[in-house]
Structures are given as C-alpha cells and as structure tokens.
C-alpha cells in the first residue's frame, strides 16, 4: 500500500513539473527546435550511447569476477539491459540495480556477491562522473545567477568520498555489526558481513578496481557526447565543457526520488543550467526532454527480453531482497 502511494505522489508530482515547465513555454520556438533536428546526427547520438551501455557490461563482468561465477557477455547484456528497463520505465519501488543483482546472483544465490559487483559498478561509475565535472569544474570555472555550479559539484565529490571511505573501512563494518547483534538483528547482521567481506575480497584486487574506474571514465565521457552530439543536432552550439560540468549536475538533480525516475526535474535542470549561459529556454528544454526520450527509447530492448525471463515469483523475490538490502 505504501509503495502504491508513493508511486501515486511521485506521478502528480512528476504531472505538475511538467505544468510549471510548460505552462509559460514558448511551444512554437519548443517544436520549431525538435522538428529542425538533424535525424542522422541523433541516430548517431542514439548508437553512442549503446556504446556506452555495451561498455558498462565488460565492466560489471570485471567486478564479479573476484566474487562469483558470471555469464557470458550475452547474457549479462540481457540482464543488463532488463535493469535498464525497469530503471527508466518502471514506476515501481523495484529499482534496475536490484533486478541486476537478482538475476545475475539467482542461479547460484549468491546474493551477497552480486549485490557487491552490482554496488561497485555503480559506484565506479559515479566516481568517474564526479571526477570528470569536477576536472570541467576547473577548466571552466563558472558563476552562473542563482545556481552554484561549481559548489554543488565539489560538495558532491566530497561527500561521496566521506561515503565511499566509510562503507570500505572494515572498522565501520564491524561497529555496524556490532549494533545490529546487540539489536538482536542478527539476520541483517549476517548479511551485512557477507557484503563486507565480498568488498574485503575486492580490496584484494585493487588492479580491477583500477580498471574498472578507467572504463568508467571512458564511459562518461560517452555519456557527455551523447548529450553534446544531441544538442549538435538540435542545432544548439555549445563548448564540450559545460556537458563535463552540467550533465552530471543534471544526473544528481535527477536522482532526488521526488518524481518518477527523475522525469521533470532532468527536464528542469536542463532548461535552468543551459538557458543560464545564454541558450534559448526553449530550446534547453526541448534538449532535455529529447535527451529524456533517448534514454526510455534505449529501454524498449529490456521489455522486450524481459519478457522471456519472468516468471510468476520473480517479482515476488526482488520485493523481497529489495526489503533485505535496503
């Protein structure tokens, strides 16, 4: 029932962003702007981002080798590409990151390891991002009226790496564990330890990690392009730079669970940032609304394969391990 309700708040919540967005919108300026789109250049933008989603594979694949038996390529493609669809279309409490760590970690249970590969993939990812904005951060160096660019980066690079040490500090660990068996939660207790020590074991194999951030880096900066190449065929002009410092601004903005999957505020941001260094409004926000259409398009694939792997208790079992690992 509550996640019903969620769902319900974040849907009005998501309706009335796209209201404020569009009510005072220029709409002749807004579909002037989508219908001069250069369809050979979003084509190529559409195929540089499966590049990068093909890349993000061979770096999840990495990351589980130290813990657990993987697939072939093919089939992470397949569970990676199930993740996608229900991180962009599914409006439900089951995020893409748990379905990943379900299927990759079903057929041997071993849960614990793939949540690990899962989390460290994710968190490589975003190590790579907040390194690259912050480098554009300095490159460019930026007051814009109203929105502290560079703060909102440095202060996000900051507190992920408080985060990052905190969770791969094994004396953090233990004290966790220690509260929960004095709890009497010694259930959670267990499966904590069994995280921490799949990330002892990656501490083990600090070359992969290594590797791994490298591919990340290599994959944001095709993140970049993807919105830089779109904005190309929309005709808009602007320096490399700023897609290094806004597009993981916009990625963190996205993040704040307000609305469905960060449908409205992407948009938001995009109109706020691009139009505060002199970009049409109309045409930021038709950027990230064709931006947003790129991504849900590069989730059809997923629904599709999606649908010869469910069955009737999978749905019931990520509820489940979504309850244990959150």
């Known amino acids: 029932m509550k996640r019903k309700a ?100 079903k057929p041997t249970r071993q849960y614990a390891q793939s949540f690990a590969a899962t989390f460290l993939d994710r968190d490589s990812g975003m190590f790579a991002m907040m390194i690259l904005a912050c480098l554009g951060s300095l490159l460019l160096p930026m007051s814009l009226p ?81 919105t830089w190449v779109t904005a190309i065929a929309l005709r808009i002009n602007v320096s490399f730079l700023y897609f290094l410092v806004f597009v993981p601004v916009i990625t963190l903005i996205s993040m704040i669970p307000i609305s469905l999957n960060g449908t409205g505020l992407r948009e938001y941001a995009f109109r706020g940032l691009f139009s505060a260094i002199g970009v049409a409004p109309a045409s930021a926000l038709a950027l990230g609304f064709l931006s947003s259409i790129l991504l849900l398009l590069s989730a059809v694939p997923g629904g599709i394969v999606y649908l010869f792997f469910r069955n009737r208790d999978d749905l019931r079992q990520m509820a489940a391990l979504e309850t244990e690992f959150s």
């Not at 195929?47 to 813990?67: E, K, S, T």
């Not at 004095?182 to 259930?187: C, E, I, P, Q, S």
């Not at 020590?197 to 944001?220: C, K, R, Y």
Request: net charge positive; with cysteine.
């Open 146 to 226: 109203g929105i502290p660019v560079s703060l909102i980066v440095w202060v996000s690079f900051a507190a992920f790496v408080a985060l990052n040490v905190m969770i791969f500090t094994p004396v953090l660990h233990r004290i966790l564990t220690g509260m929960l068996r004095k709890m009497r939660l010694t259930g959670i207790a267990t499966r904590v330890d069994a995280i921490s020590d799949a990330f002892v074991i990656m501490g083990t194999h600090p070359q992969i990690l290594f590797q791994s951030l490298l591919i990340s880096l290599a994959n944001q900066l095709l993140v970049f392009t993807v």
């Open 6 to 105: 969620s769902a319900l708040i974040k849907a009005v919540i998501t309706v009335l962003l796209f209201y404020l967005l569009f009510r005072k919108a220029d709409w002749r300026a807004f579909y002037a702007t989508l219908a001069g789109a250069r369809i050979g250049v979003l084509l190529s933008s559409f195929a540089v981002l499966w590049v990068g989603h093909y890349i993000c594979i061979f770096r999840w694949r990495m990351l589980m080798r130290p813990l657990m038996p993987v697939f072939s390529l093919v089939r992470l493609f397949e569970i990676y590409c199930i993740g996608l669809f229900f991180n962009l279309t599914f409006p439900t409490a089951v995020g893409g990151d748990l379905v990943k760590m379900y299927y990759a970690g």
